[in-house]
């Protein structure tokens, strides 16, 4: 069993932005799996699927970016999932050009304050994520305004060309492995 969070905030005036890029990579593997996420349970919509045989339960939270631990380990505890093996979180990362993917099995919060919140509330670094690039930050731009702003239509198709890979990274890390995730898919924009 896996529980999968894209990260976000909840709302329609946050629909699309580089910070809702985990919420839209869920809304690309609920498609792909035809479910679903809309069930209101734990401060979060939710979504259950079977990925390559094993039970998956797809999570956004709606507490707010900043505050997205707070949703997620409860869910986490309900369903006794550890979190360094049967937890992955899907967020954006402003350090990455747009569409880009970087895997890895633990690492810090990387000044990511969902992420932040979720290493607070679990206690500990270790725990799968898919960070997608929302394109890189530009000099002297405000974080703020830039991670609630939205990219221009050429950078969004790539973007959304990296929710496909980030669900076939997915699907890769249950039936194969975080290693063969992070050896497939990390790397170029093109995932090659």
Do not use: W
Request: with cysteine; hydrophobic share 40%; glycine share 12%.
């Amino acid at each position: 069993m896996y529980v999968i969070a894209g990260l976000g905030n909840p709302g329609l005036s946050y629909r699309h932005t580089r910070h809702n890029i985990g919420f839209d990579t869920i809304d690309a593997i609920a498609k792909r799996y035809s479910v679903r996420v809309s069930k209101g349970e734990f401060r979060s919509k939710t979504g259950t699927c079977v990925i390559s045989g094993e039970k998956v339960i797809l999570v956004k939270p709606q507490t707010f970016m900043n505050l997205s631990g707070e949703a997620i380990r409860p869910i986490l505890d309900y369903y006794k999932a550890d979190p360094q093996t049967q937890f992955i979180v899907i967020s954006d990362d402003v350090a990455l050009d747009a569409g880009r993917i970087r895997i890895r099995k633990k690492g810090s919060a990387g000044g990511h304050n969902g992420l932040k919140n979720i290493i607070k509330n679990l206690g500990t670094e270790d725990f799968i994520r898919i960070r997608i690039g929302a394109g890189k930050l530009p000099v002297g731009q405000d974080m703020i305004s830039f991670v609630l702003g939205r990219n221009d239509r050429k950078e969004r198709e790539i973007i959304e060309s990296a929710f496909e890979r980030a669900a076939d990274a997915v699907e890769t890390i249950i039936a194969g492995g975080v290693d063969e995730a992070m050896n497939r898919f990390n790397g170029d924009i093109q995932g090659q």
